[in-house]
Nanobody, 130 residues
Framework: DVQLQASGGGTVQAGESLTLSCTAS????????FGWFRQAPGKEREGLSC????????YYSDSAMGRFTISTDNARTKVFLKIDNVKHEDTATYYC???????????????????????WGQGTQVTVSS
């Protein structure tokens, strides 16, 4: 079974930087892509960024463009999301997900694209303080 473990959340001050990590295990030898999402209380899940490491494609939502950077390690089993200049509106639970076999480069940004991911991490909470 594919499993994802997210980490790196916590309480950060506005203006600081934060890097979230997500480690995948049990990945088959197949093309795959990762996505980062977040969900704030009372709001819908929001796709932030997706990456297909083997194709070196990265895409960002409008809200993530400019301050968020997605990347993977050389083994392509870890995905990172760096958030620069964190803002209060970044307070949310952040989730990573993996899209296996026929990954769509923009899946995380498509309407209901989250439903097509094959496995999810447990979420890591980010709280931005003043």
């Amino acid at each position: 079974d594919v499993q994802l473990q997210a980490s790196g959340g916590g309480t950060v001050q506005a203006g600081e930087s934060l890097t979230l990590s997500c480690t995948a295990s049990g990945l088959p030898r197949a093309d795959h892509g990762f996505g980062w999402f977040r969900q704030a209380p009372g709001k819908e899940r929001e796709g932030l960024s997706c990456i297909i490491p083997d194709r070196r494609t990265t895409y960002y939502s409008d809200s993530a463009m400019g301050r968020f950077t997605i990347s993977t390690d050389n083994a392509r089993t870890k995905v990172f999301l760096k958030i620069d200049n964190v803002k209060h509106e970044d307070t949310a639970t952040y989730y990573c997900a993996v899209d296996i076999w026929t990954p769509d480069p923009r899946r995380c940004l498509r309407q209901n694209g989250w439903s097509r991911y094959d496995a999810w991490g447990q979420g890591t909470q980010v709280t931005v303080s003043s």
